[in-house]
């Protein structure tokens, strides 16, 4: 039966100070470096053995994806790394403490925000330090400004499609290193997870998930490894 390893990657440096994220490339907090490798040990003492990885193009994750291989000797495998696994866009939030915007604009606002299925976050001012511009990952791509969890769902399942579903389907045991909402959208997707539940499901940092499929890719089961 086909297998796949889902991996949030561990808790960057931005998740440590409370601050929004999305697109912007953090590197991972020592905290995460060692979530990462945490993360290696399970899948390895589970007797697993991924053939074919997929990342996004943001540091935290890439790292999280070698730092867990290395644990496992399979730094070698092959990876393909793509921007459409990028952790969800949060616009104008991008960089702001959560807690600091809670103060400001209210729980309840921040909370609809970050949790409500297809309200983005006020879009990126378009001299924001944090425009991606320029950036070569990113060179024909068409960035978005903000994204609500719906919009990242409409732009990581075409990719699940295309790339990721037929290495399974052709046997491939695959391991992806992503982010919160990125694998949200997977797992809405694998396990028939309704708009308004999707959107509470908690996944913690560096601790794997192990998917057992059928040969169409349906849910049989799904666990965290310890």
Sequence with gaps: MPKLILVRHG????????????????????????????????IRSAGLYPTRCFTSVLTRAIRTLHLALHEMDMLWLPV????????????????????????????????????????????????SEFQLAGDPRYANVHVPMTESLKDTIERVLPYWERAIAPALRSGETVMISAHGNSLRALIKHLSGISDEDIVGLEIPTGKPILYELTDDLTEISRDYLA
Excluded: C
């Design 11 to 42: 808790q960057s440096q931005w998740n440590l100070e409370n601050r929004f994220t999305g697109w912007w490339d953090v590197d991972l907090s020592d905290k995460g470096v060692e979530e990462a490798r945490a993360g290696g040990r399970a």
């Design 80 to 127: 393909e790394k793509d921007w459409h696994l990028n952790e969800r866009h949060y616009g104008g939030l991008t960089g702001l403490n959560k807690q600091e915007m809670m103060d400001k604009v209210g729980e309840q606002q921040v909370k609809i925000w970050r949790r409500s299925f297809d309200i983005p976050p006020p879009p990126l001012e378009a001299d």
